[in-house]
């Protein structure tokens, strides 16, 4: 042990020890995630089938665990739970878990080699063992570990050893930091205890009050990369729902309120009184009320102002942008551009986490009023500057305690709530939520208080306190944040239910007992609802949850919300007409609801509705998606509408409200499926000159991943093929749904998929709307009515000329998990899917940009086809063309002795067969034109820097490559002669016509 290294750790961590800020930052919660830990342990224990669903809902309730281990780990728990469950029991059963650390590791490894790195695998484990004892066992994160390892000369002690000696070192250095914690001032309680201490010291700010040479060292000894820039610290170190427009907001506000420089230059603090007031004055007590835009006129109420004010000025222009969704990124950038133009000598270049935040996905739709009103919020950020500076708020305690920033965001003489609301949010995402309007925040507080025991009270900070603890809830049940303008959440608090008829998943098996013969027997479904009282039916789901909360109260809290939900899903939303379903061994029983919720007592159950069942159950195999995926979902009552198509169509006979006709009657909307593309045929393989067996293999690929890429060198053919494969298997009839776009560097998410227009509005001015692209306009046509068994093309050309990230966006999720759905950047309150039914072939020209700058995310995402001159499928393409059409052989030899000229080490700028495919290749004259202003120009390009213009044509020219065909004597001429210049380059013709490519 270095004891100097040691006593400097707990120097710093004596600086930062705050037991109550320690308490709420690292210790509490981590207790409460053991408290559900404990119980999902007591529940794996007993074997009860949701045990992995109530882990992932309670690893997910944390901030613990790498986010792509954990989405492996999902994958894994519910593909496979008989694999993970024993490996599990390694570290929840016997009185030494830790004995078991390695064998865990090697046996969880085994499953993703490549995904569950030992770090990642110890991290997992210290939560598992959280849920055993916290006091004994801290959660491990292996970067903050090993950093720390280092600073206190630890690291040659097995920082990077086996899972046991890793996990084992942090045990020994977190006794090491409790003996050492007395003499030092700090008091901890345990191992737990010492572990908040070490992260928050590794990761952590230093307190405003240090001093500046104290920051230094600090930073100097944790090896922070600190420069000039006062944004280093500016993400949060506890981010809310939407981190990249949170950090940007950070960058400003936290600066802002600790009086350090302005992120956007000048080295001097911007947020002074004396600044903000000459805003309002400039703003708000000369409010020029003309029609010019708000811009305009800030620039003529700004001029004279000294750069400081200039500079606050762009600051809250920013603020006020930054977090909305109706903006376009280019509209936020270019408001604080212009503003910090009026600088002297120009705007400065703006920070990179400022301009990330203006591409961000946005956190809330301000509406038009973000928008009429800019000045008000300009004045009212002003003003509250200057509150803050009168009433001497220590900016730090800001910061770090949102019951004083509510309280000191209403010391401003008058108020304007929205944009109010949108600062609280910024300076505290993570615990205000991103919601602006305050009706909405009093209606969802009003309909999800049950969650929380009621609701606090009515004023401001009550309801936003109450919002916080709701959305922990929720999180904690559903394992994912609550999105309030989404369902399930939406029709809950704006009092609208779902218009249209849903399907529901009723499990027979309820309590251990079988219910489905009673069911069939007696036309009913129920549920058993012993406990529940009598809510009546439409109750809503605070009413449910009093009913649940008062008759379930010796069950636990997380059982007792999720009973909450079925029991609301069964009176409330469930409806005559609905489509319900159980299943019972390898039968799926389908029937339809014909009567409001009732109660009877009854022993088995006391809740239910008739249905008319089906007397003929469907087998459980081969349903179509995605009822498998949902049929999988956890809870005695499912939500099925999704499948509410598919399940029609699996109806064998007539069912009450629809019209007559049998089962699959076309007339009903044919399920969204992967349609079965048709055979490759002897006329195709003739037509494209590739053998029957490639384009099957094609055709399969398509068939089973539904995403492929040609990639190959120029004139391979790649789009062409991609266009014949595609109008082969729509039909001729259905070109229509073939759509082709290409790619470019300037291309982006909005080009591709959907993004704001200037458009004409109806009062004659000009707006902006939302418009899709070719992406959304294809898929919402092959997902229409009529189309969904069809199969439907987008051929994206020169894929690899765009920013697959930048253009592809959150669609890159959609591209690997086809029955998934997203919220999308621009309609965060929508869920989109790709259709099933759309595939999608892109073209990626190798000598354009080598394949293998192509990222890992995308080669996941698709199957790569080389279309390669001298391999695979349109190898001899050339010849077999010829020979079709009776042609002579002399093109083929051309092409075949240029490619054996190029070497093999330059494989990606051999040169395809579509330039001698064409009707003036058939000519000498025309060959020398193709050789001349298409191949010299290209090689050239290819070999610059290694060999001059002159050595390239010397080695590539026609007559150069035709002496390799027939020697050095006269070649015999394609056709008749043309006159040929000094080079053997041909003299000029006609322009060449387009082929393939």
Known sequence: MSDPQWAKFLRFGAAFYDRALLDAEEYDYKIELSVRLKFTREAFLRDEPDWFERLRRDISSSNLMNQYFMMRLVELGRSQPEVLKPIIDLLWRGDHPTDSLDDFAARLREQNPENFSVGGVVGFASILLLGRDPELYPPYRAQAVKKFLKLVGWADRGANGSALERYGL????????????????????????????????????????????????????????????????????????????????????????????????????????????????????????????????????????????????????????????????????????????????????????????????????????????????????????????????????????????????????????????????MAAPWFFEPIVNRTHRVKIRDAFDGLIGGASGDDDWAIANDLHEIQQALTARDGARAEWYSEPYLHVWNGQQPAGRRAWLVRQNQGGLNMLEGWLQNGRVSTRAQHLGSPPAGSDLKAIQEAVNLGYDHVDYAERKQRAQEYYRFLTLMKPDDRVVTLHEESLYLGVITGEAEYAEHEEARLWRDVEWVDRPVPNSGLPAPLPKLLDETGVVVDLTDALTALDRLMPEPVPGDSPGEAGDPSQPPTAVVPHLRAASDDLSTSLHVAREDLQEIIDLLQTRNQIVFYGPPGTGKTFLATKIARYLTGEEH????????????????????????????????GFALEPGPLRRIAAEAAAEGNRDKPFFLIIDEMNRGNLAKVFGELYFLLEYRNDSISLQYNPAEKFALPPNLFIIGTMNTADRSIAMVDAAIRRRFAFVELHPEDGM????????????????????????????????????????????????????????????????????????????????????????????HGPAVAEPVADAAPTDTDGNGLEGDQSQPGLS
Do not use: C
């Open 170 to 425: 942090l045990l020994e250095a977190m006794d090491e930091v409790l003996r050492l914690a007395p003499q030092y001032g700090i008091a901890l309680k345990d191992r737990l205890d010492a572990q908040g201490l070490m992260w928050t010291v590794m990761n952590v700010d230093p307190p405003s009050n240090w001093s500046a040479q104290d920051i230094a060292e600090f930073h100097s000894w944790r090896g922070d990369k600190v420069t000039a820039d006062p944004l280093a610290a500016a993400t949060p170190t506890r981010p809310g729902p939407f981190p990249g427009v949170e950090s940007a907001a950070q960058a400003i506000i936290r600066p802002g309120l600790l009086l350090d420089p302005s992120p956007f230059g000048g080295g001097e603090p911007t947020w002074t009184a004396e600044n903000a007031q000459e805003i309002y004055n400039r703003v708000i007590l000369s409010e020029d009320l003309g029609s010019r835009s708000f811009l305009e006129k800030l620039k003529d109420q700004l001029s004279g102002a000294a750069a400081g004010v200039v500079r606050l000025a762009a600051e809250l222009v920013a603020l006020q942008s930054l977090p909305l969704t109706n903006l376009r990124p280019a509209t936020k950038r270019g408001r604080v551009n212009e503003v910090l133009s009026w600088l002297p000598g120009g705007a400065p270049g703006l920070p990179p986490v400022i301009d990330d935040g203006f591409s961000a996905q946005g956190a809330f739709n301000g509406g038009q009023g973000f928008n009429q009103v800019q000045y008000k919020h300009l004045g009212w950020l002003a003003t509250l500057i200057v509150a803050l500076r009168e009433a001497d708020y220590n900016g730090a305690e800001l910061l770090n305690d949102p019951k004083l920033l509510s309280q000191a965001t209403l010391t401003p003489s008058y108020d304007v709530q929205a944009i109010r609301y949108s600062f609280e949010y």
């Open 874 to 965: 349109i190898r001899g393409m050339l010849a077999k063309y010829l020979e079709a059409n009776g042609k002579s052989p002399l093109r083929a030899q051309l092409l075949d002795a240029l490619n054996a000229e190029i070497e093999s080490s330059d494989r990606d700028l051999m040169v395809g067969p579509s330039y001698f495919m064409r009707d003036h290749a058939e000519t000498e004259e025309g060959l020398r034109r193709i050789w001349r202003y298409e191949l010299l120009p290209l090689l050239e390009e290819h070999y610059f820097g290694r060999l001059d213009r002159k050595k390239v044509h010397e080695r590539f020219g026609f007559e150069a490559i035709l002496q390799k065909v």
């Open 735 to 766: 070109t229509s749904h073939i759509t082709l776009v290409q790619f470019h560097p300037s291309y982006a998410y909005e080009d591709f998929f959907e993004g704001y227009r200037p458009a004409s509005a109806d009062d004659g001015h000009v």
